[in-house]
């Protein structure tokens, strides 16, 4: 059986890209192995906490890394993925805590962050 996939992307960055490997994932795999948090987090819900539990259900985690994903801001000009709370930080840091796998998948012209880049 295979194993379930959490996909972790910057929704201004890859959201298009994140959504057309939702798509091919779901058709290979069955709606049942793959997460995407698109639909899947009510309003209303702790999402840090169900980002938590539901990469904690996976094998491996994707991280869909464009070509802004590293230096992406927030309103006040810091790195996003400096900020303990930034949703793409915890879902690698999740996976990463439980020896889950992290595969990046790179886009167009993105490349791997070196380690002194990263928090």
Known sequence: MAAKVFISYRRADSAGYSGRVM?????ELGRD?????????PLGTNFSKVLHKEVGKCGVLLAVIGPNWLDAR???GNRRLDNPN??????IAAALQRSIPVIPL??????IPKADELP
């Open 33 to 41: 192995l793959v997460f995407m948090d698109v639909d899947a987090i």
């Open 86 to 91: 930034d949703f793409v930080r915890i879902e």
């Open 106 to 111: 790179l886009l167009d012209g993105a490349r």
């Open 23 to 27: 798509d091919r994932l779901d058709r």
């Open 74 to 76: 927030d309103e006040r």
